[in-house]
């Protein structure tokens, strides 16, 4: 198994496997645990959507990243939770807040590292 430095390092070169090999084992958790906050597979798959863009991104602008995983698992937490927020806003805009998407929000006020 290769060091996450050594995959950095190829990522920043343009090799896409390397990115695979990074994120592949932590989809599962991810998705799961995006699920979990946002009580929606399609809105999931958004906030994966966005970490995979996210990470890939910090990655080829060379941000230092300790522990990849533990990283990753949090940034996911954090967009799956812009998402919450983000239907609390339009919810709130158009006059039709749901109980769910507000207490949700107000308990869950986080940023990424």
């Avoid at 906050?37 to 996210?54: C, G, P």
């Amino acid at each position: 198994m290769e060091s996450e430095e050594r995959l950095f390092e190829l990522c920043r070169k343009g090799n896409k496997d390397a990115f695979f090999k990074l994120v592949e084992p932590l989809l599962s958790r991810v998705y799961s645990t995006s699920a979990a906050i946002l009580r929606s597979t399609h809105l999931a798959e958004d906030a994966v959507q966005n970490t995979l863009i996210e990470a890939y991104q910090a990655i080829i602008k060379g941000e230092k990243i300790r522990n990849f995983k533990s990283w990753f698992n949090h940034l996911a937490a954090c967009r799956a939770l812009d998402l919450v927020r983000q239907r609390s806003r339009h919810a709130n805009v158009s006059g039709n807040i749901d109980s769910w998407s507000f207490r949700t929000s107000m308990n869950h006020r986080s940023k990424p590292y």
